[in-house]
């Protein structure tokens, strides 16, 4: 009942938000004061500090999740302006790439800028300075170094930036002894050599999050207050917290005393973390004085939306009497203005939300920020402003981040802003996100960010990349092919990711990006510069950027070529010949009679048709340009293998629910169904089944077109109600399919009487490495305290009686517990308690201990439960339910059998492949000689199969026949009497 009153409460609070901004269409500023400037000396001069060492989280900010209400807003499904397959136009590789910041802070928090000169870089919480040839000229120091109001200070949330209309370079981060916003403005265009001026403002609340933009009349700083507005409101007063603060620009370039106010912003819809964003001005005219934009999105999944819109406040400053400076609302851009349904919440709103390779944890998705800086340039014809957020592209599915992207136009005069295109940025199945835009002089646009994808078979560690379009492209489209600036080897170990990356453009030629953001490599965070052009480098220069057609699918003997010409330069183009060739053969060349403008590009069909007809063939097609005045040859020619694919071939990838949790019922099962063939495929039987139990066959009704991946529910749940460990199974059962080897997977679920999250690892407690019999995992990533490993399995031989298990830990003196639930009721009883607190005496070292199973151990399979931690603190680590402070909890599958024997292999490699969904080809290579056996479990831990196999050609093969059994899944061993490799089977 308690529980309800407060949700009552909650929503009359949100109500009375949502009514307040209806009514307060126009605020004056809710604080003003001046701070005055502190002079300190090059940098050149000082003894630099070096970064802080310690391993910190930077900063607890002020995040509330954003509450949305259960089934509201739209899209519900795709989002309309989802760009689904990634630019063709060959880009350039980076002209510079260089390492930047490594540190232990989470996040980094990256920034940097270029001026004429330099490029400065700044983290949590330190900065380094260098050439625009990546040298170093000021090395890594603590924000301290600098002096003035940022000695002692160091707490973090930098923003560095350079005013190209100054020539000056400005360094920011913020404080809360007292609250107040840090700024330092060199005094000349060398952040070297030149001293600093620093200020200190004073914001009476936490400025979190802040982001600095440059205008005419001020530096504008949009922060997160959210916490602040509800408090507010709590207490009765009159005003809203103040998000918006501007600093009096010109007073600080001179080093004179400089007054700050704050405002509101009013008509604002929040329900938890969000960060608006002004306009940073760029280019070779500043924008007249007064009416500064400020930009954020509304999701009509919040509380008090009615429509997705992007909403936009002008603020006008007096400097000479700050009582009539104003801020108010001025535009709302929604679905009559061209802006598309976006749904822009993650997983209910909490901040671990995009999945990363292995068991590491989910990070987040930066939801509820418009991404820095938000480019604004003026044109002769229009002025233009860029910006980003992140979405979620299809919510009807597992989640997959996009990045929403705009251009917004107004007339050079002023006036009303509108959009002038708009995209969704997510061109395959990878997470896109934490971007970052510009726009050069020319319109063409860049786009930095972070890609990522937990696919185990193709995973991608958090990476940084870049795309972008030409000014004449067809809009809402980031036409360039994808290119790296740097892959990540290693995952992030925590959720915090970011929390922004910056990208800046050369004020020397207003065409060069320069982006910086956050990657991995293992042990360490790392900051990695990226520096690229789009603008055109040459007069004349054309080449073909895609085969258009044919594309992947059932081919025939009559096909038509066409390909994408580009023009690349900077004259228009035509007649000049193209020629294309399959498979090395005889080369076709036409004449290409028509005109291409400089940077667009078109399409060419030839004449000549070619036959593709074999079935399961890959043709190889290069195309070619042949433009006699090209300067530059290199990207005149474009290769392409087309795949002629079976017509017919579907299969389940992936299993998304259930998944193991507490006291599970009733489950819904869904699964993705993927079409590998090379036609459109609808009505065929998918199916699902537990265990040894009854196969479920649905039809699935829908069409799922080439090479597509849709999700399925099932409309029979499946009962997960008695605790133990499930295995779930499904497949498609499609009639005359070509490839029954990828039509089904399986996952490992369970039901368990407790999770035991929330412990704290990130100082190395718990569990890092852990070894049982063919269980190897290693480097474990400190999550929650809580990882499920269940889908880890090895055989344990009962009749061998005890098993060496090995463990690692990151922080010395830990203790290590281990359980099996032998009886399968989903707890871990004290006489299932196989080791008890054994002292793991030293990190970064694999210490063994022994157990012992009973020699009538039930066969089958049963979760094991591991623990390690500190136990000197709170958490009683041989309660498996116990949440304890510092430590980690795994859970693990064994299936216990009887009588294996085993003997030593070395390098075996084990390779089951399914040929017709009961029969498998086995294979094992092994510098192994003698013969082998192999055996076939079912996961009841029954013995079906025993043969010997005698080695053939230099490797073991048997075709197992598992016609007779029942579906389901089963384990294949092959290897002596004393050791052997295991891989699971299924059988439908």
């Not at 917004?408 to 971007?435: H, I, K, M, N």
């Not at 040859?633 to 079976?646: C, G, H, V």
């Not at 039930?858 to 041989?878: K, M, Q, Y």
């Amino acid at each position: 009942m308690l529980k309800k009153y407060f949700y009552f409460l909650l929503l009359i609070l949100l109500g009375h938000l949502n009514l307040y901004s209806q009514v307060n269409e126009k605020a004056g500023p809710v604080l003003s004061g001046s701070a005055k400037a502190l002079h300190s000396g090059p940098l050149a001069d000082k003894e630099l500090l070096p970064p802080g060492g310690k391993f910190k989280i930077y900063n607890p900010k002020n995040r509330s999740a954003n509450r949305v209400v259960p089934g509201k807003g739209y899209p519900k499904t795709q989002d309309a302006a989802w760009q689904k397959e990634a630019g063709e136009i060959p880009s350039k590789k980076p002209e510079l790439v260089f390492d930047a910041a490594s540190s232990g802070s989470t996040p980094t928090d990256p920034t940097g800028a270029v001026g004429p000169n330099h490029y400065l870089n700044a983290w949590n919480s330190a900065f380094a300075i260098y050439d625009k040839q990546g040298n170093i000229l000021s090395p890594p120091a603590d924000l301290q170094t600098i002096g003035g109001t940022f000695e002692d200070e160091d707490l973090g949330d930098p923003i560095v930036f350079y005013d190209q209309f100054a020539d000056r370079f400005i360094i920011t981060q913020f404080s809360d002894s007292p609250n107040s916003l840090l700024v330092a403005v060199s005094q000349g265009p060398d952040p070297v050599n030149d001293g600093w001026y620093t200020y200190r403002f004073l914001t009476g609340t936490l400025p979190d999050y802040p982001k600095f933009f440059v205008w005419s009349d001020g530096y504008y700083v949009t922060t997160n207050q959210d916490p602040e507005e509800i408090r507010a409101i709590q207490d009765g007063e009159d005003g809203l917290s103040e998000v918006v603060y501007v600093l009096e620009r010109d007073k600080m370039l001179q080093g004179e005393e400089a007054k700050h106010l704050g405002f509101p912003l009013p008509g604002i819809t929040v329900n938890g973390f969000y960060s608006p964003a002004g306009f940073f001005a760029v280019g070779d005219e500043l924008p007249p004085k007064g009416n500064a934009p400020i930009i954020y999105f509304q999701d009509d999944a919040w509380l008090g939306v009615t429509q997705d819109h992007l909403k936009m406040w002008e603020v006008n400053v007096d400097w000479e009497n700050v009582d009539n400076s104003s801020i108010s609302e001025s535009q709302e851009l929604g679905p009559e203005e061209g802006v598309s349904p976006f749904h822009s919440t993650f997983d209910g709103g909490s901040f671990e939300n995009l999945s990363q390779p292995g068991d590491a944890p989910d990070v987040d998705a930066l939801q509820g920020a418009v991404m820095y800086p938000t480019a604004y340039r003026r044109f002769p014809t229009h002025n233009s402003v860029v910006f980003n957020f992140v979405v979620d592209v299809d919510p009807s599915r597992v989640e997959h981040a996009g990045i929403r992207w705009y251009e917004l136009r107004q007339d050079p005069q002023g006036g009303p802003w509108s959009v002038f295109q708009e995209g969704t940025y997510a061109p395959d199945y990878s997470d896109r996100w934490c971007g970052s835009i510009g726009i050069d002089k020319n319109g063409n646009i860049g786009l930095g960010f972070t890609v990522l994808n937990d696919n185990p078979e193709n995973p991608i560690y958090p990476s940084l990349r870049y795309t972008g379009r030409y000014a004449t492209d067809p809009p809402g489209i980031m036409t360039l092919k994808e290119e790296s600036i740097a892959e990540g080897t290693s995952a992030n170990p925590s959720n915090r990711y970011g929390d922004y990356s910056h990208m800046t453009i050369d004020p020397v030629d207003g065409e060069t990006f320069w982006f910086i953001g956050e990657y991995f490599t293992p042990g360490a965070r790392r900051n990695k510069v990226g520096v690229f052009k789009i603008a055109p480098e040459f007069d004349n220069d054309v080449g073909v950027v895609d085969i258009t057609s044919p594309s992947n699918s059932t081919l025939g003997a009559n096909e038509q070529i066409t390909v994408t010409i580009r023009n690349f330069g900077r004259l228009p183009q035509s007649n000049f010949q193209v020629s294309y060739s399959v498979d090395g053969g005889q080369e076709v060349t036409q004449t290409f009679t028509g005109t291409i403008a400089p940077t667009s590009q078109t399409d060419f069909t030839f004449s000549t048709n070619v036959n593709l007809s074999e079935i399961g063939k890959d043709y190889t097609i290069v195309a070619s340009t042949h433009l006699s005045s090209d300067e530059n040859t290199e990207n005149d020619i474009y290769e392409e293998i087309i795949k002629n694919l079976p017509p017919d071939d579907v299969g389940v990838t992936a299993i998304h629910s259930p998944e193991t949790g507490e006291r599970l019922g009733m489950e819904e099962v869904v699964i993705t169904v993927e079409n590998f063939g090379g036609e459109p495929q609808s009505n065929f039987p998918v199916s699902y089944k537990l265990d040894e139990g009854e196969t479920v066959t649905e039809t699935f009704t829908g069409t799922i077109g080439v090479q597509e991946q849709i999700s399925y529910t099932f409309g029979r749940l499946v009962d997960l109600s008695a605790p133990k460990v499930y295995q779930l199974f499904a497949t498609t059962n499609l009639p005359d399919d070509s490839n029954p080897e990828n039509d089904s997977t399986e996952k490992t679920i369970a039901n368990l009487n407790c999770i035991p999250e929330g412990s704290e690892c990130f100082l190395g407690d718990g569990i890092r490495d852990f070894y049982l019999e063919d269980i190897g995992n290693e480097n474990i990533f400190c999550t929650n305290g809580y990882n499920d490993f269940l889908s880890y399995s090895t055989l344990l031989d009962r009749s061998k009686g005890t098993f060496q298990v090995g463990v690692s830990t990151g922080f010395s003196g830990n203790q290590f517990s281990l359980w099996i639930d032998f009886n399968d009721n989903g707890a871990f009883e004290e006489e299932e308690r196989l080791i008890t607190s054994e002292v793991i005496p030293s990190a970064g070292t694999i210490h063994t201990f022994q157990f012992s199973i009973p020699e009538d151990a039930p066969l089958g399979e049963h979760i094991l439960r591991v623990r390690a931690g500190d136990t000197s603190f709170a958490g009683d680590l041989n309660n498996p339910c116990d949440v304890m402070e510092y430590g980690t909890t795994h859970d693990y599958s064994v299936v216990v059998v009887s009588s294996i024997e085993d003997s030593v292999l070395g390098d075996a490699e084990l390779i089951v492949s399914s040929m017709q969904g009961t029969v498998f080809e086995v294979n094992m290579t092994s510098s192994y000689q003698n013969p082998v056996w192999i055996t076939v479990h079912d996961m009841l831990g029954r013995k079906l199969v025993e043969n010997m196999i005698r080695k053939s050609l230099g490797s073991y093969s048997y075709t197992l026949d598992m016609s007779y059994v029942a579906t389901g899944v089963y384990l294949v061993r092959v290897g002596t009497r004393e050791e052997g490799r295991v891989q699971r089977i299924i059988v439908h």
